[in-house]
């Protein structure tokens, strides 16, 4: 039998006088690499949730790969393609828009902002001695060579590369007006310091930005052009480092520096063998945070691009696209509490660097898989809500208060506290980054203040709140659920609203609650005399 853990104690001790600033929406930001699910059924309902029911302080940003990747526009897992870069037989260009107007229309149309990859390499870019369409000998099936490597080669023509920019920020201007994609921002490829995405050389890659960014600025001066979306690895900063040196050297600013930081590389991805289990893996808020002070130290090094707004646009507990839990175990993460948890204490730790303005889950929805596969995603089959959507939400509910000071005595207990007008709302988490950890806390949240006319209200995520994952285990774990059965599901993960009790004295308000590991609870203390206004 195995020992359950002792409760632990925990005391937050929150200064309501003395707003540190305002919380900023750094969480509002979502991708995904499969650009032709964005405009399916499926996709578009889940835009429509995101602006109506989770997003809904302001604006939200969509980042997806393979703007102009060429291919069928079936987003293969993990894949995808725009398909926009053509060549007639007489070697002039031409653009189809068709995938694209589908997918920005979707974004827009739901309050979505688009940051606009600009990759991957055209099949008819690709250089022409390279080129294959065929499957290998003897094979007919798997990846042909353009499918496989050419899409990561740098544009054999860049003349032709920035006429394909130019003509994309030209037909978003007319097809939206400028007012709007003013909004929007644009970004040279997806992690160019690894060859899983890029196989040229950082010179090339600076030259293709320089020719990247006159293209944009030449049809819209105000349109926000940056870059260079690295890893988090050495190679990454050191690729960042040799980027900013060049746009220093010509005296360049970029309107946006972007880097990537995952918590955690699940190794080997795929066991295929129940019998030998995955080595369990947790992913690190540590490791990740180790990763952003790397990249931001390379930035400091430039006086002229100290100031620059910073986009974390893939910030993720762990590396995994198609992968789930059939693949290796560690990927329930991505279906549970844990999820939300981790998300939300992180975001906590990074609103302390002002200079980072966005962190984007790398996440969407997957067609074709299992109830649960624990894939990166917000929602599971039929949209059910995952329970990171709830995180979102609560999250959301901080958006634009200030800030206030907090402390704690329980590294693994804390709390990010926001104030506007009289209310004060608390988000409290018991994280862990062991996803099997177990345990309790007893938490003792002090405030310095005296609420004599106000009341509290609570909602929580864990096991048993707010969890559309944990409903579907206590109904057996269904992979062909009634409608019945997902009904129920559905239902399971709606935030309940709860009261509180507030203990008060002269100069303190005191609430008490216990945690289990894994879990989050949002705390409302609002003046009485305001409910009846709302």
Not at 154 to 162: C, K, L, S, T
Not at 260 to 268: D, L, M, Y
Not at 471 to 490: F, M, N
């Amino acid at each position: 039998m195995t020992k359950q853990p002792q409760p632990q104690n925990a005391h937050l001790q929150i200064n309501a006088n003395d707003p540190q600033g305002v919380i900023e929406r750094i969480w509002a930001n979502i991708g995904y690499d499969e650009l032709n699910w964005t405009y399916t059924t499926r996709g578009k309902a889940l835009l429509r949730t995101l602006n109506n029911d989770i997003f809904t302080q302001g604006d939200y940003t969509v980042r997806m790969h393979n703007t102009f990747t060429t291919g069928n526009g079936l987003s293969s897992p993990a894949w995808g393609a725009g398909n926009v870069y053509h060549t007639r037989v007489d070697g002039s260009a031409y653009y189809d828009w068709q995938v694209l107007d589908q997918a920005f229309d979707a974004i827009v149309k739901n309050g979505g902002v688009p940051l606009v990859e600009l990759g991957f390499t055209p099949l008819d870019l690709t250089p022409p001695d390279l080129r294959a369409t065929g499957f290998k000998t003897v094979s007919d099936q798997g990846l042909n060579q353009y499918e496989f490597e050419l899409w990561k080669k740098p544009p054999a023509d860049e003349m032709r590369w920035g006429e394909l920019v130019k003509a994309l920020v030209q037909h978003v201007v007319d097809r939206y007006g400028a007012t709007e994609v003013k909004k929007w921002m644009f970004e040279l490829w997806n992690e160019p310091d690894i060859p899983n995405y890029w196989q040229g050389t950082v010179e090339e890659y600076n030259r293709l930005y320089d020719v990247s960014a006159a293209a944009v600025k030449s049809v819209l001066p105000e349109a926000a052009m940056g870059g260079p979306a690295t890893t988090g690895f050495v190679c990454g900063a050191q690729w960042l480092e040799q980027f900013l040196a060049h746009l220093n050297t010509q005296g360049t600013r970029p309107d946006f520096i972007s880097f990537h930081t995952k918590g955690a590389f699940f190794a080997p991805r795929r066991i295929y063998n129940p019998d030998q289990a995955a080595p369990y893996e947790s992913h690190s808020t540590t490791y990740m945070l180790g990763e952003i002070e790397r990249s931001l130290k390379v930035i400091e090094q430039f006086p002229a691009f100290r100031n620059v707004p910073i986009y974390l646009d893939e910030c993720d507990p762990a590396v995994g696209t198609i992968y789930g839990v059939y693949d290796n175990p560690n990927f329930i993460i991505t279906n549970s509490e844990h999820y939300p948890t981790f998300v939300c204490q992180l975001v906590a730790k990074l609103l302390d660097y002002p200079q980072i303005k966005r962190i984007t889950h790398w996440a969407f929805y997957m067609e074709g898989k299992r109830w649960f596969e624990g894939n990166r995603t917000l929602v599971d089959n039929e949209n059910v809500e995952k329970p990171i959507l709830n995180g979102l939400r609560m999250l959301e509910k901080l958006a634009g208060t200030q800030r206030l000071q907090t402390q704690s005595d329980n590294e693994k207990v804390g709390v990010l506290a926001g104030k506007t007008g009289e209310t004060i709302y608390l988000l409290v988490w018991h994280h862990d980054d062991d996803w099997r950890a177990d345990g309790l806390a007893h938490i003792t949240i002090s405030l310095e203040i005296n609420a004599p006319n106000s009341d509290a209200t609570i909602w929580r995520i864990d096991k048993n709140h707010a969890n559309t994952y944990r409903t579907w285990e206590a109904l057996g774990a269904p992979q062909d659920p009634s409608p019945e059965q997902i009904a129920v599901i559905r239902q399971g993960g709606q935030l309940q609203a709860e009261p509180i009790p507030l203990v008060r004295n002269q100069t303190q308000t005191q609430l008490h609650l216990a945690m289990p590991m894994h879990s989050l609870a949002l705390i409302e203390i609002k003046p009485i005399y305001s409910l009846a206004q709302d």
